[in-house]
């Protein structure tokens, strides 16, 4: 499994605007407080958002298979997307490739 750091990697995903789950997305397809809700949904100071497309996805899939995750549901694609955080990485790499050499 991959490795998070918890005070930054993790908040980017979090704070991620694209990964807000709006209300009407929350009732209708992640079934939020009803049988078959999604176990990927995650409450944030700035609301719900969406945390399949991110490392804490294979947490959630290992809980939810040993029992300890109540919520069955894996009822969309998800919301935001996973590639952003890697393009990111790529980027910082690149620019300090570039500082250095």
Known sequence: ????????????????????????????????????????????PAGFCCVKKTPVKNALDRGFLEGWIKAT??????????AKKDIKEKDKEESKDNLQG
């Open 1 to 44: 499994m991959q490795a998070i750091d918890i005070n930054e990697t993790l908040n980017e995903y979090f704070d991620d605007p694209d990964r807000r789950i709006p209300n009407a997305h929350l009732e209708s397809v992640c079934q939020y407080k009803k049988p078959g809700a999604c176990r990927y949904i995650s409450l944030t």
């Open 73 to 82: 549901g894996d009822n969309c694609e998800g919301l935001g997307d996973y």
